[in-house]
């Protein structure tokens, strides 16, 4: 995947001490917060040692949380500020890894705004009030933050609708099964991994009325053998559909394993079961962060909220596997336009939870705030919200 | 059975045997009296270079071999640190583990999102076929197979060859074991170095058996749970196997649970086996139970040759 590509190569050199260094969440917490401090240190001094850009070049600076090498959401990024500088020759990016949220996050956010960076991209949610605190201070610098909710004058938040593309992989699910029974790989019970399942499962419902939704919570981001388990689990009770939230192929790989189908997350995950993929939902971050480049160049940029769908090629699906029929294929490409059109809502009332109850009454949709906070799980799902 | 069960009981079997490789090898560095933090590190490098020798030849089998001597390395790297140096062994199995994750990161960085080859499942001749047994034991990858004649080999070892009364007596009695004529640092620095050779078998069982990927950081723990299933085992291998495929097997049941859509909380089952080990750790601080749990006395205390 990345090996360093058309990065400047000190950071990424930065980047791999700071992972050595700055490991979150180990039993060894207090080594990590004193290498955190040091990671920091290493990083501002990569930063202050790289080459002198050209000056008329706009600076994008990326601070990712993870490393580029997790194979989905800083990878997805990592794309992104690939395809910016593919498209758009007046721009210089640099990406910091493996920065963890809170005061080390601003230490970097600090530093990448001292040495002229003129946008600087968060992509955690937990560098939110880093991010606030480090706008305040440099108020000609442009912020984003991808996942908040915090926004200034020079802070926008941006983040994509996810649940377009999970609608249309369950209308392939929904078509694909043969037992009626989905399973799906759940990372961590919040309202944007809820919101993905109850997307996917309308749109099962949607070709397949009788079919259920079986959710396995494994509580990760990130253990593919954890995700395998869980993937074994679904298929011992008979689901011949799996997809998955985390940011590993293993579920694609389990699927493939049983000769059973498989639907992935973040990017194109064929090639780890080119019999099983029958589709994906992907973040395509490239064209939104060249429209926010844009903003800043014109001049027009400002604190907004950015929310984008399909219409601006955000989110998307990964091609169709070529077991696919093409009446499906027709039908969720049909889908596909009309919500890019903007004339289909995929939650778009009626929808009951799972005892039955009208949630969302025909005629209305689910509203933006009662998205962020979804909590509940729509009818054909059979699992547990874990938090309730 | 219904098919249920045993498919929960095989998956305890499968989500064991990483562990239970590790936690025989650190059973050995233990029971000679030397402490070793560093078993999520070399998990990590055994899984990278299982999967990276197997990508290249084709050949699970060379991959396990190249995992293996990977582990031992860096097993050797703890000895030179804690046994010929005499440093502090937390210190140096946490530098140890560190260093893994990073190196296994820096190397493996090329092999991320690489679809890989490894172990396929495969029935045993005869006792495949046998009803519920078969399933459960023997239908798996062949490093499982492995894994059953090391139990018992690491068993005989430790209790009925000389050389396993030495590794004892070393843990228990370093100043009696050389004054009997055992070579302390010697015999210290081989189990040390064969921790790390199955911790990196632990390893590739995971990125070539379990999944077939490399990962950044996909022991995701494992190792320090086979840490702490040295303690739950008291320092036996027999009962390391069971306490393996409980942990196992706990966490395949609970996934199992959410599949058929059972109500049940599952958190409470996940923590069983972790409140069992605080148990068995608070008594093992005690002097006198400690004894009869089977601690090696000289745990973690380097040895230095007096008068």
Redesign the interface.
């Known amino acids: 995947?990345?090996?360093g590509g058309n990065a400047p190569r000190e950071n990424w050199v930065a980047g791999?001490d700071a992972?050595?260094?700055a490991?979150e969440g180990?039993?060894?917490g207090r080594?990590a917060r004193v290498t955190g401090v040091l990671a920091a240190g290493i990083v501002a001094f990569a930063l202050a040692t790289g080459p002198a850009p050209s000056e008329e070049k706009l600076k994008v600076g990326f601070v990712y949380v993870g490393?580029v090498?997790?194979?989905g959401w800083t990878?997805a990024h990592d794309q992104g500020r690939k395809y910016l500088e593919a498209h758009n020759p007046n721009v210089q990016t640099a990406a910091v890894e493996n920065v963890a949220e809170g005061a080390d996050s601003e230490r970097v956010f600090t530093d990448l705004a001292r040495k002229g960076y003129g946008l600087i991209v968060g992509t955690s949610f937990g560098y939110m009030d880093a991010m606030v605190k480090v706008a305040s201070e440099f108020p000609k610098v442009a912020f984003v933050h991808i996942s908040g909710f915090k926004r200034a004058k020079n802070l926008m938040t941006a983040f994509g609708r996810i649940e377009q593309p999970r609608y249309l992989t369950g209308l392939v699910a929904g078509a694909m099964t043969k037992t009626h029974i989905i399973?799906y790989v759940a990372a961590h019970p919040i309202p944007e991994v809820v919101r993905g399942i109850n997307a996917f499962t309308l749109g099962v419902r949607a070709t397949d009325p009788k079919a259920t939704v079986?959710?396995?919570?494994?509580n990760?981001w990130?253990?593919?053998?954890?995700e395998?388990?869980?993937a074994?689990?679904?298929l011992?009770?008979g689901?011949d559909v799996l997809t998955q939230h985390q940011d590993?192929?293993?579920v694609v790989?389990?699927a493939a394993a049983k000769g059973k189908y498989a639907i992935g997350y973040n990017s194109d995950m064929s090639?780890?079961g080119p019999k099983a993929f029958l589709t994906a939902a992907v973040w395509n971050w490239g064209p939104m962060y060249t429209l926010i480049v844009k903003q800043v160049e014109g001049g027009s940029f400002k604190g907004d909220d950015i929310w984008s769908g399909m219409d601006e090629g955000v989110v998307d699906i990964a091609p169709l596997g070529p077991m696919v029929p093409a009446s499906v294929r027709s039908l969720v490409m049909a889908k596909r336009q009309a919500i890019i059109a903007g004339t289909f809502n995929e939650l778009a009332g009626p929808i009951k939870d799972q005892s039955g109850t009208v949630r969302v009454p025909a005629g209305s949709a689910l509203s933006d705030s009662a998205q962020l906070s979804m909590n509940w799980f729509v009818q054909g799902v059979?699992?547990?919200v874990?938090s309730k | 059975m219904s098919p249920i069960t045993l498919a929960v009981l095989a998956a305890a079997v499968r989500a064991g045997t990483p562990v239970l490789f590790a936690t025989l090898g650190e059973i050995f560095a233990e029971r000679s009296g030397v402490l070793n933090l560093g078993v999520e590190g070399m998990m990590l490098v055994g899984a990278l270079a299982g999967f990276v020798s197997t990508a290249r030849t084709g050949n699970p089998w060379f991959g396990a071999v190249v995992a293996a001597a990977a582990g031992a390395g860096l097993g050797a790297v703890h000895a030179v640190l804690s046994v010929t140096l005499r440093a502090n062994q937390v210190a140096s199995g946490l530098a140890l583990t560190i260093f893994g994750t990073g190196l296994s990161a820096f190397l493996g960085r090329g092999y991320v999102g690489v679809p890989g080859t490894g172990f396929q499942p495969t029935s045993f001749p005869v006792l495949g076929q046998l009803p519920a047994i078969g399933p459960v034991l023997f239908q798996q990858d062949p490093l499982v197979y492995l894994s059953y004649l090391a139990v018992p080999a690491a068993w005989y070892t430790l209790y009925r060859t000389r050389w396993g009364l030495q590794v004892r007596a070393v843990g228990e009695s370093p100043e009696a074991a050389d004054a009997m004529g055992v070579d302390v640092a010697r015999l210290r620095f081989t189990c040390v170095v064969l921790g790390g050779t199955l911790a990196g078998l632990g390893g590739t069982f995971l990125s070539t058996a379990y999944t077939s990927m490399w990962i950044e950081n996909m022991t995701a723990g494992r190792g320090w749970i086979a840490v702490a299933l040295v303690i739950f085992a008291m320092w036996d291998p027999l009962r390391a196997a069971f306490g393996a495929y409980l942990f196992g097997g706990v966490n395949a049941l609970q996934l199992h649970l959410q599949a058929t859509g059972a109500g049940v909380p599952t958190y409470l089952l996940l923590m069983a086996p972790y409140a069992f080990t605080i148990v068995v750790l608070v008594l093992a601080s005690q002097g006198a139970a400690r004894r009869r749990l089977g601690a090696p006395a000289a745990l973690s205390i380097p040895y230095t040759r007096t008068g």
């Not at chain 1, 079986?214 to 494994?218: F, G, L, Q």
Request: charge should be negative; charged fraction near 20%.
């Open positions: 995947m990345c090996r791999e992972y050595l260094e490991q180990k039993p060894m080594w490393p090498g997790d194979a990878y399973g079986h959710v396995v919570w494994s990760t990130y253990d593919p053998a954890q395998e388990q869980a074994e689990s679904l011992s009770i689901a590993s192929p293993a790989q389990a090639k780890f059979v699992g547990q874990p």
